[in-house]
Nanobody, 117 residues
Framework: QVQLVESGGGLVQPGGSLRLSCAASGSIPSINPMGWYRQAPGKQRELVAQIRSGGITTYTDSVKGQFSISRDNAKNTVYLQMNSLKPEDTAVYYC???????????WGQGTQVTVSS
């Protein structure tokens, strides 16, 4: 069983930055992708960014050049650096890890990010 604990959300003005962190309990080998999803009110949850084996990263088009995902395998932690935040980035952000061998997804509890003046 994997537990994910997120931190770093909050209220920020447009143009500001936040850094989300997600710490996993136990060792998560790098073969297992880790990522961030978000869900805004009235919308479906969407993949924001993912980091896979070899450090390969993918981003949804709306955050390319704005967000950056990274991973510290020694700390079993994934980060999401969010810059130039816009009101439309407001959502609950969820950390995810996909365990390849069991085809199981684990989720964090979510952290609220609100971009407003």
């Amino acid at each position: 069983q994997v537990q994910l604990v997120e931190s770093g959300g909050g209220l920020v003005q447009p143009g500001g930055s936040l850094r989300l962190s997600c710490a996993a309990s136990g060792s998560i080998p790098s073969i297992n992708p880790m990522g961030w999803y978000r869900q805004a009110p009235g919308k479906q949850r969407e993949l924001v960014a993912q980091i896979r084996s070899g450090g390969i990263t993918t981003y949804t088009d709306s955050v390319k050049g704005q967000f950056s995902i990274s991973r510290d395998n020694a700390k079993n932690t994934v980060y999401l650096q969010m810059n130039s935040l816009k009101p439309e980035d407001t959502a609950v952000y969820y950390c995810n890890v996909h365990i390849v061998f069991t085809r199981t997804d684990y989720w964090g509890q979510g952290t609220q990010v609100t971009v407003s003046s």
